[in-house]
């Protein structure tokens, strides 16, 4: 039998000591969940503050809607009826440097939980997604593509005055220049995105995705004010994780993000400020587990 040296003997006992301090750290962060279950976890947390303590290095994908910062007191259309373009005050715009400042910091704590070969996704209008790229730019992530998601039943333009906007940008990074990223390159050419009237079937999946707005059935617990389509989460999840990957959205809203991950057997983490957002999030986990 081989002799353990002293230097084996050491490496084990940080690695003993590196386990227990994960699992202590688990227990304190799961402690402070709003709600957990073994493949749904949500934290009622300010998202820049609450990353700094998931351990680095430990998530596959990140999914980011944020705050898009166009509560500007505008008006739009909807159902025939005129409605205010306000989403909350989480959403209203403090100003270019400030908004530039807290886009960097909620990009910068995320870059530091993902793996190496980890991405992001982060979803915008011209309101916020140039701010978001540039900060994307600047804390080292590499760009992967960005994605124009064509909404083709997009509510009109009231004033006139400008194009009707129908679409947002996502933009895909990954955290490190050099590491080999997830994407399911096949399930994108052959799976099925009949919603798509831009999808040829079996031919390579583009970088223009035509999918509506969430539907009626989306929204049975109560709506979000910018929720997202299950759709369009459920192209990402398939395209950029795997089975058992833990995916992390900051901004979770409605919780489209955990919704999507779970069904396709994915752990998820969502973390948002409010709690009416979150219980809605749980309804919806709920009605998913049929529980
Ligand atoms: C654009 S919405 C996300 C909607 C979500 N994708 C969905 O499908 O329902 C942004 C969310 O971020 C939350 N939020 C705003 N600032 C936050 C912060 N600093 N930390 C965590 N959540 C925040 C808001 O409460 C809001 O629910």
Known sequence: MK??????????????????????????LLGKAYYKSPDFVLFKENCIDF????????????????PYNLSNGGFSVHAGKRVSVNKG????????????????????????????????????????????????QRLGYKILNDIAWYKP???????CRYFTASHETLIWARKDEKEKHTFNYKAMKDGNFSEDFLKSSNKQMRSVWSIAT????????GKHPTQKSFKLLERIVLAASNKGDVILDPFTGSSTT???????????????????????????YK???NE
């Open 89 to 136: 005050k989480w959403d209203e715009s403090k100003g270019v440097k400030n908004d530039f400042s807290f886009h960097t910091q909620w990009i910068e704590t995320c870059r530091r939980v993902l793996k190496p070969n980890g991405t992001i996704w982060v979803s915008g209008t011209y309101h916020s997604i140039y701010q978001c790229g540039y900060a994307l």
């Open 287 to 289: 009605e998913l587990k």
């Open 214 to 221: 969430p539907r009626p059935e989306e929204k049975t617990f």
């Open 258 to 284: 955990g919704i999507a991950a779970v069904k396709y057997g994915r752990k998820f983490i969502g973390i948002d400020i409010e709690k009416d957002y979150l219980d809605l999030s749980i309804k919806r």
């Open 51 to 66: 990353l700094k303590q998931i351990p680095e290095d430990s998530i596959d994908m990140i999914f980011a809607d944020p």
């Open 153 to 159: 039943n997009a509510s009109p333009n009231l004033s």
């Open 3 to 28: 002799k353990i040296g002293n230097a084996d003997l050491l490496l084990r006992e940080t690695m003993i000591q590196c386990l227990y301090m994960a699992k202590v750290l688990n227990q304190i």
